[in-house]
């Protein structure tokens, strides 16, 4: 490599040469995988793997890292070993799940909770359930991998459920054990499983795991099932670890190894860095930032137009678009707008008196029901804000603001969820309002008012994960319902 290694990246190269297991927590734009190559380099006489969140990320690696080193996702490990005899059931064509619920046995609703829970819906949760097993490390599927449906959540009633869904789950399974033909749909989790199954060995003189604070457990279980052989180097950020809510976890935390940092970002200046560490703080992670001081990034109230907006919800996404197209902005979407598209025509269906099968909507049976349920129930306090983006201007508006949305490469601003955003950057990043403060407690401060509750560290991993996407400047606005918390290092501020 053509840099001269920080102090920490030196520490990291004499760790790497012990061929202990490594931890290596890398803060935002620290350069993991310059330094993952260079670490590679200065070992040419070792043969290693590199397993990399997405094959864009792969790619990317592969031109980086030296030819001694495999620059892989785990899918397409798995495909090489046994996926391909998959490959005319991955390229069928798509079949609506209730027509695979059809196929299984589903024909008939059944009420649970005093709910009719309608075939369709029964479908999509047993296919969501062997996609709950496929990301675990659990070799038989069992009642945990069924999904939890809105309002019929309790443990009675998902024990009713799961139940019922298990045998039709385990009949999904076995057909999709047959790599010639079958009902269900094959997706490439589904070969990822099934490799996994097998207890794979991975050869080489070390394995490099890449994002591993978002890691599910069947990657976990596969690559922890190495450390006998082969030295296992985790690097990732802690901080970022905002994929919970769909199985991952973070898995470096509490892995037996020697715990390294990278903490200087190459990205932004101090000042960022410095609006990083209380989200740092607030999330407990394990290191803080410095920033670069050649790079002069500033942060407060936006005087140009930002290149990004980034938001917490999908439903802030909308509200941006739809201002943006109201002030003749061309916007793009990170990801594309099929999710915002689904939404709304899910609410449509429901205004219109039709059922829907949009996981989030599908048990209810009209666009009222819907609204009781987000404005009475704390439970659905989450769907309050698209109820009102959809009584405000409607699902065709929202329709059309998003057939109108361009690429990035043609787009005067670009639209983005945090989630989405992960791993991008910008030069100008504006935060949207979407973010909420924690609720209050009973208790009063000295003048009377409600202390409000801790900030969720989940919360804190977005809000850090949404101010380290900028390099030149950082307008915090919408985050200001944090900033003032008084757990907040800089709340009075």
Same mark, same amino acid.
């Given at each position: 490599?053509?840099?001269?290694?920080?102090?920490?990246?030196?520490?990291?190269?004499?760790?790497?040469?012990? +061929?202990?297991?490594?931890?290596?927590?890398?803060?935002?734009?620290?350069?993991?995988? %310059?330094?993952?190559?260079?670490?590679?380099?200065? %070992?040419?006489?070792?043969?290693?793997? @590199?397993?990399?969140?997405?094959?864009?990320?792969?790619?990317?690696?592969?031109?980086?890292?030296?030819?001694?080193?495999?620059?892989?996702?785990?899918?397409?490990?798995?495909?090489?070993?046994?996926? @391909?005899?998959?490959?005319?059931?991955?390229?069928?064509?798509?079949?609506?799940?209730?027509?695979?619920?059809?196929?299984?046995?589903?024909?008939?609703?059944?009420?649970?909770?005093?709910?009719?829970?309608?075939?369709?819906?029964?479908?999509?949760?047993?296919?969501?359930?062997?996609?709950?097993?496929?990301?675990?490390?659990?070799?038989?599927?069992?009642?945990?991998?069924?999904?939890?449906?809105?309002?019929?959540?309790?443990?009675?009633?998902?024990?009713?459920?799961?139940? #019922?869904? #298990?045998? @039709?789950?385990?009949?999904?399974?076995?057909?999709?054990?047959?790599?010639?033909?079958?009902?269900?749909?094959?997706?490439?989790?589904?070969?990822?499983?099934?490799?996994?199954?097998?207890?794979?060995?991975?050869?080489?003189?070390?394995?490099?795991?890449?994002?591993?604070?978002?890691?599910?457990? !069947?990657?976990?279980?596969?690559?922890?099932?190495?450390? +006998?052989?082969?030295?296992?180097?985790?690097?990732?950020?802690?901080?970022?670890?905002?994929?919970?809510?769909?199985?991952?976890?973070?898995?470096?935390?509490?892995?037996?190894?020697?715990?390294?940092?990278?903490?200087?970002?190459?990205?932004?200046?101090?000042?960022?860095?410095?609006?990083?560490? $209380?989200?740092?703080?607030?999330?407990?992670?394990?290191?803080?930032?410095?920033?670069?001081?050649?790079?002069?990034?500033?942060?407060?109230?936006?005087?140009?137009?930002?290149?990004?907006? #980034?938001?917490?919800?999908?439903?802030?996404?909308?509200?941006?678009?739809?201002?943006?197209?109201?002030?003749?902005?061309?916007?793009?979407?990170?990801?594309?707008?099929?999710?915002? $598209?689904?939404?709304?025509?899910?609410? $449509?269906?429901?205004?219109?008196?039709?059922?829907?099968?949009?996981?989030?909507?599908?048990?209810?049976?009209?666009?009222?029901?819907? $609204?009781? @349920?987000?404005?009475?129930?704390?439970?659905?306090?989450?769907?309050?804000?698209?109820?009102?983006?959809?009584?405000?201007?409607?699902?065709?508006?929202?329709?059309?603001?998003?057939?109108?949305?361009?690429?990035?490469?043609?787009?005067?601003?670009?639209?983005?969820?945090?989630?989405? %955003?992960?791993?991008?950057?910008?030069?100008?990043?504006?935060?949207?309002?979407?973010?909420?403060?924690?609720?209050?407690?009973? !208790?009063?401060?000295?003048?009377?008012?409600?202390?409000?509750?801790?900030?969720?560290?989940?919360?804190?991993?977005?809000?850090?994960?949404?101010?380290?996407? %900028?390099?030149?400047?950082?307008?915090?606005?919408?985050?200001?319902?944090?900033?003032?918390?008084?757990?907040?290092?800089?709340?009075?501020?």
């Amino acid at each position: 490599m053509s840099f001269t290694p920080t102090d920490e990246q030196a520490t990291a190269l004499d760790a790497f040469h012990s +061929g202990d297991p490594l931890a290596i927590q890398a803060g935002a734009g620290t350069g993991k995988t %310059a330094t993952l190559a260079f670490l590679a380099k200065q %070992a040419p006489t070792r043969r290693g793997r @590199y397993l990399a969140f997405n094959r864009a990320i792969a790619l990317d690696a592969s031109a980086r890292f030296p030819d001694t080193v495999q620059c892989k996702t785990a899918h397409s490990l798995a495909y090489a070993a046994l996926g @391909y005899r998959y490959r005319a059931r991955l390229n069928s064509p798509r079949r609506p799940g209730w027509v695979v619920g059809q196929d299984l046995g589903l024909h008939a609703p059944v009420r649970i909770n005093g709910i009719d829970v309608m075939p369709a819906t029964l479908s999509n949760t047993v296919l969501r359930t062997v996609t709950g097993f496929c990301q675990s490390a659990d070799r038989e599927l069992a009642h945990h991998h069924v999904p939890r449906l809105r309002r019929i959540d309790d443990e009675e009633a998902h024990s009713e459920l799961a139940a #019922l869904i #298990l045998p @039709y789950a385990r009949k999904a399974w076995a057909d999709l054990q047959d790599p010639h033909a079958g009902m269900v749909r094959f997706e490439h989790d589904h070969y990822l499983k099934i490799w996994a199954l097998t207890d794979p060995v991975l050869p080489g003189d070390f394995l490099l795991l890449d994002e591993a604070q978002d890691t599910n457990a !069947v990657l976990e279980q596969i690559v922890l099932a190495q450390k +006998g052989h082969t030295q296992i180097v985790m690097v990732g950020d802690s901080a970022q670890a905002i994929y919970g809510w769909r199985g991952a976890r973070d898995v470096m935390t509490g892995f037996d190894a020697r715990h390294l940092t990278l903490t200087r970002s190459f990205r932004f200046g101090p000042l960022l860095a410095h609006e990083a560490n $209380r989200w740092l703080t607030l999330s407990k992670a394990p290191i803080q930032l410095t920033g670069t001081d050649e790079l002069a990034t500033t942060v407060g109230p936006h005087t140009r137009r930002a290149d990004a907006v #980034l938001c917490r919800t999908n439903i802030g996404a909308i509200s941006e678009i739809l201002t943006l197209l109201d002030n003749r902005v061309t916007p793009a979407l990170v990801g594309g707008g099929d999710a915002l $598209r689904a939404l709304a025509q899910a609410a $449509r269906d429901l205004i219109q008196g039709r059922r829907t099968h949009h996981p989030e909507l599908l048990l209810f049976t009209s666009w009222p029901a819907l $609204r009781e @349920y987000a404005e009475h129930d704390p439970a659905g306090s989450d769907l309050q804000p698209f109820a009102n983006l959809v009584d405000e201007h409607g699902p065709d508006a929202i329709l059309n603001a998003v057939e109108q949305l361009a690429p990035e490469s043609a787009a005067q601003v670009t639209v983005s969820t945090v989630h989405k %955003a992960k791993g991008r950057e910008w030069s100008h990043v504006r935060i949207a309002p979407d973010f909420s403060p924690p609720p209050d407690t009973d !208790v009063l401060d000295a003048a009377g008012r409600p202390i409000p509750g801790p900030v969720n560290e989940a919360e804190a991993r977005l809000a850090y994960v949404a101010v380290t996407r %900028a390099c030149r400047h950082l307008d915090p606005a919408g985050l200001a319902c944090l900033h003032h918390h008084p757990d907040n290092p800089r709340g009075a501020g």
